[in-house]
């Protein structure tokens, strides 16, 4: 199907007051027994499990691929994460420690978290990941490019990136917590998925806030909009300062009353998280047992 | 709208499971009886009725009907704590009453919600989250107004007016006996209320509250009744004032019967507000404004958006998004923490809403419900739209007071303005735009008591409340809500 590219400039204007009090209407729904089990078990197996730290390294990767396959072997019938994420240089180790599962790589790039480098070091960068093996990257928007009004410039970049990807799947980074207005985190959005997103997501998760509410609903309205436009589907995927299974469930709520049940696997719905895992499996371990365990008996990688 | 329509399953494979509150810890008397002068007491005559859950038709309490030598006691009981202890009591002391009523609301918030949502029907969210805080408020706002009238109408002398007879309705029955008495005891009146005979329990709930507040003997008295008992109220002489919200036709009635007496009024009654959406509205927000306009309460609101006025420019997308929004309102058990719409108070006004439904769909307009289920027991009714009406269908004249929406598309600002004010009711409208401008333009053109813009059903104890026409007249709330039970 073909799309006609819009006037950027002309983005749907954001309420903010009303996108609150949306926000705190989903987060009134009650989340309880076989829905609460459901949906937590969905929210561990769309996580992108990260490390994005100066000090990664190989061993730091591995044990955390580990805990990706394998997030607690003492509960029976648990998913394995959708991801881990890491660096491009990281990304050979996760591929091989990975090996024979399903778990995805997906690798940061484009000059990560900043993106303030030129395009030919974008390429390189990601054409890296890609031939390491990555599944899927995450690049970075120009924030400085979209704030001074140069949507041309943010959508061509995306664009090239897109095609240095090759089959990898091209989730692009809004860095939501630098645009400052409702209004520009939609048209940011919709200027990376018509310029050739499969995935929006929020954060780099260097920078406060990083995902909200509020920000991914508009962000989830916009997919919405694309989807009724052209029919083509747009992955959603809210990262940094999501780390309670409660909040997990606060997040798939809205998901499911926005988009619906088609976007409710993880290959729509991506959490970009670190600890978020271990609280899900906190639930899980209580809804099993009936106690809460102590910290200690669950992992940390 | 392209041929091919990309459809979402909401809420497909994801359901909530039932999150009931709790009731066991309500406690409901068999039998209630009338409160007058402090004390629960057997109607004259000893005749009671039933009251039901609209959500599961089984019989709540029995509650007593009072007759007109009931009536009379009442009043004689007002008067009496009127002309001995209320009238002289210095405001202050007064105002400590008041505040002492909106502390005991707030403790007993969660039993208070848990009753209103089983006698009337509309969901815990809403009576848990809006009616019962909003009560409390009102009781705050207005104590502190007591001891401030003097400022309040500086240079006036506001004195009070006697003997308070209210009458309200079933749709907020907490919020509405709030809306009444905080304001006349603030104004130091004493009050004769009844409250609707579907929905009486929390208003009893109230006078016991009121009862062991220690508020002095016959300052409030609470009787319950059909219309004949409130017509008692309005015709007995020695009251001074009649606060009545309702119907438009039983408004019109009481302001004959009063007619050609001493006696203040006000009158809060139907209407069929318009709101309105422009092309420059940011739309899933105005969506969302337009659920919470006519899907809160069950549409039982008198103050309800029901005719949607869209600019014909985003039409399509906005009936789109807005049947979207639609599949994902949960009807059922108004005591669920998951539903959005619970069950229409009564079955007479289920059977009226039914009767619009079929009258919209002869008229010729476009019927579309949501394809949620809706329990097989008690008084429910799909989210329904009602698209391609037209400003000649009754649906659109008339008010329904269910969770039926008219939409009708426009053109031009002055074409919208025309239609929205061609109606007899003026209470309320909404306006959704990104222009500023345009929002002042409209509010000040529109014939409606209260304007919302970009949001849609609020309301806060000091803002003013009340319509032109035939939705009565008078405010309630505000510096304005003190008014009508002042001379000065």
């Known amino acids: 199907m073909s799309k006609t590219i819009p006037d950027f400039k002309q983005s749907p204007t954001i309420d903010q007051v009303s996108i609150e009090e949306r926000v705190a209407r989903f987060n009134t729904r009650s989340i309880k027994k076989e829905a609460k089990l459901q949906g937590l078990k969905l929210a561990l197996n769309m996580i992108d499990l990260t490390t994005l730290e100066g000090k990664d390294t190989e061993g730091k990767v591995r044990q955390m691929c580990y805990k990706a396959v394998h997030p607690c072997d003492g509960l029976a019938s648990l998913p394995t994460v959708a991801a881990v994420c890491v660096y491009p240089t990281h990304v050979k180790t996760a591929k091989d420690a990975l090996k024979g599962s399903n778990v995805k790589v997906a690798s940061v790039a484009t000059a990560f978290p900043s993106g303030n480098s030129t395009l030919e070091v974008k390429l390189a960068d990601t054409k890296f990941a890609v031939d390491n093996g990555a599944d899927e990257i995450d690049m970075v928007i120009s924030r400085g490019e979209f704030l001074e009004g140069n949507y041309n410039f943010v959508f061509d970049e995306i664009a090239a990136i897109k095609k240095a990807c090759g089959k990898a799947r091209l989730k692009v980074i809004l860095e939501t917590g630098e645009l400052s207005t409702l209004d520009n985190v939609r048209r940011a959005s919709d200027i990376a998925m018509y310029a050739g997103a499969d995935f929006i997501k929020t954060s780099t998760g260097k920078i406060q806030p990083a995902a909200t509410m509020p920000v991914t609903l508009v962000m989830l309205q916009a997919i919405k909009d694309y989807y009724y436009k052209t029919g083509i589907m747009i992955g959603m995927k809210p990262a940094g300062g999501i780390s309670t299974a409660k909040g997990a469930l606060q997040y798939l709520v809205m998901v499911s009353e926005t988009l619906g049940s088609k976007w409710m696997t993880n290959e729509w719905f991506r959490f970009g998280a670190s600890s978020l895992a271990n609280d899900i499996i906190l639930q899980l371990e209580k809804e099993a047992k009936g106690v809460y365990y102590s910290k200690d008996y669950i992992s940390i990688d | ?488």
Request: aromatic fraction near 10%.
């Open chain 2, 1 to 488: 709208m392209s041929k091919t329509e990309h459809t979402l399953d909401l809420m497909g494979n994801w359901t909530y499971a039932p999150a009931p509150e709790d009731s066991k810890h309500i406690k409901l008397n068999k039998k209630y009886d009338l409160f007058i002068g402090g004390k629960f007491v057997k109607p004259g005559k000893g005749k009671y009725f039933d009251t039901f859950s609209p959500s599961t038709e089984e019989k709540l309490a029995e509650v007593a009907e009072a007759e007109e030598k009931d009536v009379d006691l009442a009043v004689k009981a007002a008067r009496n704590a009127y002309e001995k202890v209320w009238k002289k009591m210095p405001a202050k002391e007064r105002a400590k009453y008041i505040f002492r009523i909106a502390r005991m609301i707030q403790e007993r918030s969660r039993e208070l919600a848990v009753i209103e949502s089983m006698d009337g029907g509309k969901p815990i969210r809403e009576s848990r989250d809006i009616d019962v805080p909003l009560a409390a408020n009102h009781f705050f706002y207005y104590a502190g107004w007591a001891d401030k009238l003097e400022y309040a109408f500086p240079g006036r002398n506001p004195t009070s007016l006697g003997v308070a007879g209210q009458i309200i309705p079933w749709n907020f029955p907490l919020l509405m006996a709030a809306w009444k008495i905080a304001p006349a005891l603030a104004t130091g009146n004493t009050v004769v209320l009844k409250p609707a005979e579907t929905t009486p329990l929390t208003a009893l709930k109230l006078a016991e509250i009121i009862q062991e507040s220690g508020l002095p003997d016959g300052v409030v008295n609470i009787i319950t009744g059909f219309g004949k008992t409130g017509a008692a109220i309005v015709n007995h002489p020695d009251v001074n004032k009649v606060a009545f919200t309702g119907s438009t036709d039983v408004g019109k009635l009481i302001q004959k019967s009063i007619a050609g007496t001493d006696k203040k009024i006000t009158l809060e009654l139907g209407g069929k507000a318009a709101n309105i959406v422009f092309e420059d509205a940011p739309i899933d927000q105005a969506v969302e404004g337009i659920v919470n306009g006519i899907f809160f309460n069950q549409g039982h609101v008198c103050c309800a958006g029901s005719r949607l006025f869209v600019q014909e420019g985003i039409a399509n997308e906005l009936i789109r998004k807005l049947k979207d929004r639609m599949e994902t309102l949960i009807v059922g058990n108004p005591l669920d923490k998951n539903t959005d719409v619970g069950a229409i108070n009564s079955k007479e006004q289920l059977d009226k809403i039914n009767h619009y439904i079929k009258l919209g769909v002869n008229e010729g307009a476009d019927l579309f419900q949501s394809s949620c289920a809706i329990p097989k027991k008690g008084y429910f009714c799909k989210p329904t739209l009602f698209l391609h009406a037209s400003q000649s269908h009754r649906i659109v004249q008339e008010e329904i007071f269910g969770p039926v929406l008219a939409v009708q598309t426009f053109r031009t600002i002055e074409e919208v303005i025309e239609k929205a004010n061609n109606i007899p009711y003026g209470l309320s409208a909404g306006v959704w735009t990104d222009k500023g401008s345009k929002i002042f333009n409209m509010t000040g053109k529109l014939r409606a008591g209260v304007v919302w813009a970009n949001t849609y059903n609020k309301f806060d104890p000091t803002s003013p409340f009340g319509g032109y026409k035939e939705s009565g007249f008078g405010r309630e709330g505000g510096l304005h809500g003190l008014m009508p039970y002042l001379k000065f």
